[in-house]
C-alpha cells in the first residue's frame, strides 16, 4: 500500500534552532546576569549564540564527541546559559548537577552519566576536590566565573555549523532527587524540548513574549530551569540571571531590570513576602510569577493579588521536562467572585495541550474527574519519561501511563490539584488527611514562617498529625493562634494532636520539605493522646 505524504517543508525539530532564532531576529535583547562578586554583566542573545559556536568548537578541540556528556555544577549565569547551547550544538549531552546532592549522590550520577567533562562555579571547587578522586569518568575541568571560561571560548572564533540529526537524538540528562534509592537519570529529545517549548510560552502557561523580562528564582540545575531556558530565546525575552536569590537581591533586579516575569518555590516566595513586610521594599514592574516545586499556601496566593501580582500554580517533575499543569485563567475568570479566583488559583493548574492526566484507585480503576475523589496520578503525552537512563524496563504501563507518585483530584473545569505524595498522606482511621492543606492552612497564621504535617503512630487511629512550625522573625506565635486559625480552615478530626516548634525544617536538594527526613527525625516521637491511651 502506498504511503501518502502531506506537501509541506519537513525540518527536524532540534533545540539549537531556538537561539538561531533569537540570534536573528532578537539579538540585540539584553542577558543580563548579577554575578556572585557583585558584579553585573552585560550580553545578548547574539552574544550567546556566538558564544556557543564557540564553544562547540572548543569541546570539539578536547575530543567530545556526539553523545559524550558534559556536566555543569553551576548556578544562573551566562556562561550556563551558553554551556547548554554550547554543548548541544556540537552534539553533546548537557547533564546537569544539583550541587546541593550528597557526596555520595554527586559520585554516582557522575559516574552513572559518564561525564566527560566538567563546567563549574568558584563557589563549588571545594566540591570538585574533594569529588575527583571518586569521579571516574572526568577528563577535563574548566571554572565558569574565575576567567577560564571565557579564555576557553575566546581561542576560538565562532566559525561553526550545529551537529544535526534526527529530532529523536538526546540533548540533556537531568537526574531526580533520589528520594529513594539512587537517582534516576531522565534523558531528554530534541522532540520532546521543542514541544515543551512551544506550549510552555502560550498565554496558559508561561505567557512569555518579546516584552517579557524574565528572571527565573529556579536554579538551572533543577528541571531545566522549568524550561525558561529554552523559552525565552523562542520569543526573545530579556533574561536576569542572578546566583543569589537572596530577598534584596531579588527586589533589587526586579527594579533595576525592570522584571515581569518570575518563577521559584514557595520557600522562595515565603522569604520574599517576609523581607517586603518587614522593610517595605517593592517588586518593580513584576506582574506575573509562576510558582511550583510544592502547593502554595493561600495567604501567598492572597498576599500577591493584593500587590496586584498574576499567579500561575503549576506542578511538574524532573520526568515530565517538567511542566505538567500551570495555573492561568480559565474562560470564566471574570464571572468568579474574588473567593472563587483564589480557589482556582490554589489548585495547581490546568492540563495544557501534550499532557494527559488521571487518577486511579488501588486497583488501577480510573476514578471520575469530579474535584471530589483523589486517587494516584498518572500521565502520559509528548514529553513526559518513557523509560530512565540506561535502564532497559518501561517506567510506564502498558498503554504509557507513568505513575507521578502524587495523590490528586481532576476537576470538572480541566484543573488539577494534589492532595499529598502517595507517602506523606497521613491515614487518620481509615481516611486520609491531606498533609499540604494542613500546611498550607498554618502558614496562613501571621507569625509562622513555614510548617510541616507528618504523621505520628497512633493507638486507636494508625496516625495522627504532628504539625512542626519555624517562627518567623521576632515572631512569639503561640499553639492557641495557630489552633484558632485551623479550626476556621481544616476539618475538626484533622487538627494536630500535637504541635511543636522548630527553629528550621530540613529540605531536599530541590528545595522542597523533606518528609524523609522529618519522619526519620520524629520517628521516636509520642503523641500525648497516644500516651494518654497507654496510660490507661
Not at 481532576?410 to 486520609?432: C, F, N, Y
Request: glycine share 10%.
Amino acid at each position: 500500500m502506498m504511503s501518502i505524504l502531506g506537501a509541506m517543508q519537513h525540518h527536524q525539530l532540534r533545540v539549537m534552532r531556538l537561539v538561531d532564532h533569537a540570534e536573528r531576529e532578537h539579538g540585540g535583547r539584553e542577558i543580563v546576569t548579577a554575578w556572585a562578586d557583585g558584579t553585573i554583566g552585560r550580553t545578548n542573545w547574539r552574544g550567546v549564540a556566538q558564544d556557543a559556536r564557540r564553544m562547540a568548537k572548543a569541546l570539539t578541540r578536547l575530543g567530545i564527541k556526539r553523545g559524550d556528556r558534559v556536566a555543569t555544577l553551576a548556578m544562573n549565569h551566562v556562561h550556563h546559559l551558553t554551556s547548554w547551547y554550547g554543548t548541544i550544538g556540537m552534539g553533546g549531552i548537557l547533564h546537569t548537577i544539583n550541587p546541593r546532592l550528597f557526596p555520595d549522590q554527586l559520585a554516582y550520577i557522575a559516574n552513572h552519566a559518564e561525564d566527560r567533562v566538567l563546567l563549574y562555579d568558584k563557589a563549588f571547587a571545594p566540591v570538585v576536590e574533594k569529588m575527583k578522586p571518586q569521579w571516574n569518568t572526568i577528563e577535563h575541568y574548566i571554572c565558569m566565573d574565575d576567567g577560564e571560561f571565557r579564555a576557553w571560548i575566546d581561542r576560538e572564533d565562532d566559525d561553526f555549523a550545529w551537529v544535526e540529526g534526527d529530532e529523536r537524538e538526546p540533548l540533556g540528562l537531568c537526574y531526580t532527587s533520589g528520594t529513594t534509592g539512587n537517582p534516576k537519570g531522565v534523558l531528554y529529545e530534541h522532540r520532546s524540548t521543542m514541544l515543551h517549548t512551544l506550549v510552555e510560552v502560550g498565554p496558559d502557561v508561561f505567557e512569555l513574549s518579546a516584552r517579557s523580562t524574565c528572571l527565573p528564582i529556579v536554579p538551572m540545575f533543577h528541571a531545566n530551569a522549568w524550561g525558561v531556558p529554552w523559552a525565552a530565546p523562542m520569543v526573545g525575552a530579556k533574561l536576569v540571571l542572578s546566583a543569589d536569590y537572596r530577598p534584596q537581591q531579588m527586589c533589587d533586579l526586579f527594579r533595576e531590570e525592570g522584571v515581569t516575569h518570575s518563577a521559584g518555590v514557595p520557600t522562595v516566595w515565603l522569604g520574599m513576602i517576609d523581607h517586603i513586610e518587614r522593610t517595605g521594599d517593592q517588586l518593580g514592574s513584576l506582574k506575573s510569577v509562576t510558582i511550583g516545586g510544592s502547593a502554595a499556601p493561600r495567604a501567598m496566593v492572597e498576599w500577591f493579588r493584593r500587590k496586584g501580582v498574576k499567579i500561575g500554580h503549576a506542578w511538574g517533575m524532573t520526568e515530565m521536562s517538567p511542566i505538567g499543569t500551570c495555573g492561568n485563567p480559565p474562560a470564566n475568570w471574570d464571572d468568579m467572585t474574588d473567593e472563587e479566583q483564589v480557589d482556582f488559583t490554589c489548585r495547581q493548574g490546568r492540563i495544557p495541550f501534550g499532557v494527559e492526566l488521571r487518577i486511579v484507585d488501588d486497583e488501577g480503576k480510573e476514578l471520575p474527574r469530579d474535584g471530589v475523589a483523589t486517587g494516584s496520578l498518572q500521565t502520559r503525552g509528548h514529553w513526559i519519561v518513557e523509560r530512565y537512563f540506561k535502564e532497559d524496563q518501561s517506567a510506564t504501563d502498558a498503554d504509557c501511563w507513568f505513575d507521578t507518585g502524587d495523590v490528586a483530584a481532576l476537576h470538572p473545569d480541566g484543573t488539577m490539584q494534589i492532595t499529598d505524595r502517595a507517602k506523606d498522606v497521613i491515614k487518620s482511621g481509615g481516611e486520609w488527611i491531606s498533609s499540604i492543606d494542613l500546611e498550607n492552612a498554618a502558614v496562613g497564621v501571621p507569625g509562622v514562617a513555614e510548617a510541616a504535617a507528618i504523621g505520628i503512630a497512633h493507638p486507636k487511629w494508625d496516625e495522627r498529625p504532628l504539625l512542626l512550625v519555624v517562627r518567623s522573625a521576632g515572631s512569639d506565635v503561640h499553639e492557641e493562634a495557630i489552633r484558632e486559625h485551623l479550626a476556621k480552615h481544616v476539618a475538626r478530626w484533622w487538627m494536630p494532636d500535637a504541635i511543636e516548634f522548630v527553629e528550621e525544617l530540613p529540605h531536599t536538594a530541590t528545595g522542597k520539605l523533606s518528609k524523609k527526613t522529618l519522619r526519620e527525625q520524629w520517628k521516636h516521637y509520642v503523641l500525648p493522646t497516644a500516651e494518654a491511651m497507654v496510660g490507661r
